[in-house]
């Protein structure tokens, strides 16, 4: 859900607001949503250590 805010904002201001529909709108919000998915997509330290050995 987080990722669709951009795009959301976008058509709000631009349906709601009646901002014009430009390429440099269209490129900020590319990556305002590029900088969120990498930021999503970044492993988390806990997720980078060592799985533990299986009992026996």
Do not use: C, K, N
């Amino acid at each position: 859900m987080q990722l669709v805010i951009p795009v959301l904002t976008t058509l709000g201001a631009v349906v709601l607001l009646g901002e014009p529909l430009s390429a440099r709108l269209l490129v900020a919000a590319a990556l305002v949503g590029a900088g969120m998915f990498l930021g999503r997509a970044t492993p988390s330290p806990a997720d980078l250590s060592v799985s533990p050995r299986p009992h026996r």
